[in-house]
Structure formats: C-alpha cells, structure tokens
C-alpha cells in the first residue's frame, strides 16, 4: 500500500460548508450630503489602534469604511481586481470619491468589506495577534490566529481510501496544524502576513460577494485531496508497505499499540507494526495519537480507524 494511490470520496459533500464569514455590520446608506460632510472630518476619525499594513500600503485604491467594533473608520487599500468588483457588485452609488482619489465606502459595500474585516480583524485574531502594533505578522503573531480550517473523514487502512465528512473552522495556525497541513499552508491558504493583504485576499476567495466562504472556494479537488495526503502522512507517515499478514493481525496489533503501549506488544507484533511502517515510540503515541484511540475499538471489526481527518 502506498498513499500515492489513496483514492478520496467526499469533496462534492463538504466542497459547500462555509469555513469563514463576514462580522455582521449594519448598513448605512449615507446620502451625498452626509458623505460630503464626512469627508472633511474622516482622517480624524480614521482609526489608529489597529494597524492594517507594514509600512506603506501594497494596494493603490485606498477606501475609508466604519468599523462598528471599534467605532472609528479604517482606511484600507484594495487591488484593482477587487475595486471594480465591488463597485459592480453593489453599484457606485455606494462609493464617494475624495479629492485626493480615495473612496468614502457606503451602503452595502461598506457593510461588505467592514464585515469581512471584522472577521478577519476580531474573529480571526489578526489585531490581537499583532503583539507588537507594527502591521506585519511574523510567523510566530501568525501561529496565534484563528485562521486555520481543515477537513474531517474517516481513513481506512487497508483498501486506502478518505471520505471526508465534514469541516472545521477558525483553527489556531500552530506547528501542529501547520505540520499537517504543509502544502496549504505553504500556498498561503490560511493566512496573509497583514490585515490589507487578507482582506483583498478574502474579497477575491469569496467569490459570488455573499459574504461567507465555503471550503471549494478556497481548495479546490486537486488541493484538498494533497491536503488530506499531508494529514495523513503527519500522522502515520508515507511508508505504508504491503505485508504477508491477515489484516487482523495487522488492526490487533494496531490496538494493542495504542491501547496498551509499545511495551504491552510481543515480538510478533512488533515486526508486524514494523514492516507496515506503524511501529511507534510511546511518545509519539501520548503526543499524536491521544485522540484517536477512543475511536479504534469501536471501528475495529470493520477494519476502520477513524483519524479524523
């Protein structure tokens, strides 16, 4: 057996389960009047405790949008890309443009991008997680986010195969999530290294503008199918080999690993656990795999071992 040739059922299942969505803002449609007043006063009223980007801005449309869970208006810049979209998403009505350029948001497109910065801001942690106010999150700010998300299954051994279930969301981005979901990560599926640049990312992801983002929107087939590979392989490692046993003995030997420890196994079993590469230190056992032995007995005579993954 080799994961290479795992085959994978489930995707059209959770491809629509939403893994991020917008912090609920009310709309306020300001008349021409109200935004031409507001204009002379909303660089003083433009927040300043959170920072959205490192140095200057990497996005030349800079908009302005009230930010209801602090009170004061963000100024933020956005991609071309993102821009046109908005406006013909919500029509530019809902966009007052200053003098110097800049754009005063309204309406729905400003309920639409402060929702989404909201989430990433606040639910995602992006703004606590920010330890030293300077608007770039290093790796290590990053790991404290609620960026992650992943998908749940069930993986079974013998004939290689993942069904995947269900999903998780806002998951903290520590080594261990990054360890298992290392070829997402690398691809900057979760997080961007400031707020500007996750929000324009997140504008672009959600891709029909409803304000919440579902899993196929953000991985594909072909990139869920790597990520749960990478699941896989953190887990239990990539050199599963054929072996001359009946399957039970393999799943018993499995078990009794798991349940009783490395040191309750006799010598046929180790060599069994062995040459199908599952032979394991008790550490590895207390540290990884605590969370699935609950779920072993139960699967057993099925030759099911739940991962979750």
Do not use: C, P
């Not at 969505?21 to 660089?43: C, F, H, P």
């Amino acid at each position: 057996m080799n994961l290479t040739n795992m085959k994978y059922y489930g995707y059209e299942t959770i491809s629509n389960n939403f893994v991020y969505g917008v912090l609920s803002q009310d709309v306020q449609n300001r008349s021409k009047t109200e935004l031409a007043e507001l204009d002379k006063s909303i660089d003083s009223l433009t927040n300043t405790s959170i920072k959205v980007n490192f140095n200057e801005s990497t996005f030349k449309n800079q908009v302005y949008f009230k930010d209801e869970t602090s009170g004061e208006f963000i100024k933020i810049g956005l991609s071309d890309e993102n821009l046109e979209k908005l406006q013909r998403v919500f029509g530019k009505q809902d966009f007052f443009t200053k003098s110097d350029g800049s754009q005063i948001l309204s309406g729905k497109a400003e309920s639409f991008v402060a929702g989404w910065f909201g989430d990433i801001a606040y639910k995602r942690g992006y703004a606590s997680s920010d330890a030293n106010g300077d608007g770039y999150l290093s790796q290590d700010e990053l790991a404290n986010t609620n960026s992650g998300f992943t998908s749940h299954g069930v993986f079974n051994l013998y004939s290689m195969t993942d069904t995947s279930t269900s999903t998780e969301s806002y998951m903290k981005l520590g080594d261990s999530f990054k360890n298992q979901h290392s070829s997402s990560y690398a691809a900057g599926k979760y997080a961007s290294d400031s707020i500007e640049k996750e929000l324009n990312k997140t504008i672009q992801n959600d891709k029909n503008s409803d304000g919440k983002i579902a899993y196929g929107e953000i991985m594909d087939k072909n990139e869920h199918e790597q990520d749960v590979t990478d699941i896989i392989t953190a887990m239990i490692g990539d050199k599963i080999e054929q072996i001359n046993v009946g399957e039970d003995l393999l799943a018993k030997a499995l078990l009794q690993q798991f349940m009783g420890g490395v040191s309750s196994l006799n010598a046929e079993q180790k060599a069994i656990l062995a040459k199908a590469g599952l032979l394991m230190d008790e550490n590895t056992l207390k540290e990884d795999l605590s969370s699935v032995i609950k779920n072993i007995e139960a699967n057993i005579e099925n030759s099911k071992i739940d991962f979750k993954v």
